[in-house]
């Protein structure tokens, strides 16, 4: 059993076939979250959710879309709702691109975001894009549960979250930078697992848009890493979600 803790089936790149692709990840015992990234995709990934058994959802306004839109935590409460939300997400800063620009507006959306988080008692999937200082800033004023999305930093910032009490994500990201010793050094106990898809897909997969079943290279390569099987990975990764997300 497997679980891909970070997927956007409820984007448009599975607009025709995402029930094929739950079916495919079903049927290799691979469950997944689905993660909003605004208040339409936060709807779908709940809608998704609530028609299959290992299916859940995170809902939240991502970084990126803070300059257009506003949180708005009554429209957002009432997906909550659903007991298949499982998290506040993704949430977070992105100084990719006019983060100068709109770099209040994100943090204040982020706390709002955090805020409301704590108040449901639910736990945050973390986006983070070269802001990890800022993020370190805001969040040394909460205590609150999640995981670090994607995770891209260093060890020495990898070491600050894990202290704080947050899990790591790993994902594709690891074919493009250097993770190895975030890798090495991370407890197996605080990694979570994800694809990001339709993005970041394993170059072992061989097509272009990423799907939850390719999550079993990302385990192969934790575990090739780590120097421990895969079935360990696959166990405790999964085990980790479910003590995160309550699942």
């Known amino acids: 059993m497997l679980i891909d803790t970070h997927a956007h089936l409820n984007f448009k790149a599975f607009n025709r076939d995402f029930d094929k692709v739950i079916k495919r990840s079903l049927d290799e015992d691979i469950w997944m979250i689905n993660v909003g990234s605004k208040y339409e995709t936060s709807k779908k990934a709940v809608e998704i959710a609530e028609k299959y058994n290992g299916i859940f959802a995170a809902i939240g306004l991502h970084p990126i879309h803070a300059k257009d839109e506003n949180f708005d935590a009554l429209k957002y409460r009432k997906l909550c709702q659903s007991d298949k939300v499982v998290a506040i997400g993704e949430i977070g800063l992105d100084c990719f691109k006019d983060y100068g620009l709109f770099k209040e507006k994100q943090k204040q959306m982020f706390s709002q975001q955090l805020d409301f988080a704590k108040e449901l008692d639910l ?28 995770f891209t930093g260093n060890w ?3 070491k600050q979250y894990l202290d704080m009490g ?3 994500g790993i994902n594709g990201i690891i074919y493009k930078r250097d993770l190895k010793e975030v890798i090495e050094k991370t407890p197996l106990e605080k990694i979570l697992i994800e694809t990001d898809c339709p993005y970041l897909t394993p170059p072992q997969a061989g ?9 079993k290279y990302i385990v192969q390569d934790i575990a090739k890493i ?9 166990e405790t990764t999964f085990q980790n979600a479910k003590n995160l997300f309550r699942i």
């Not at 945050?124 to 994607?150: F, N, S, T």
């Not at 097509?207 to 999550?215: A, G, K, S, T, Y």
């Not at 780590?226 to 696959?234: E, T």
Request: with cysteine.
């Open 207 to 215: 097509v272009e848009r990423n799907e939850p079943v390719f999550i």
């Open 226 to 234: 780590k120097g421990i099987d895969f079935q360990r990975v696959a």
């Open 123 to 150: 736990p945050v999937i973390i986006h983070c894009r070269m802001a990890h200082e800022d993020l370190l800033e805001i969040l040394k004023d909460y205590q609150i549960p999640g995981v670090i999305h994607c």
């Open 166 to 168: 947050f899990y790591l």
């Open 156 to 158: 020495e910032q990898a």
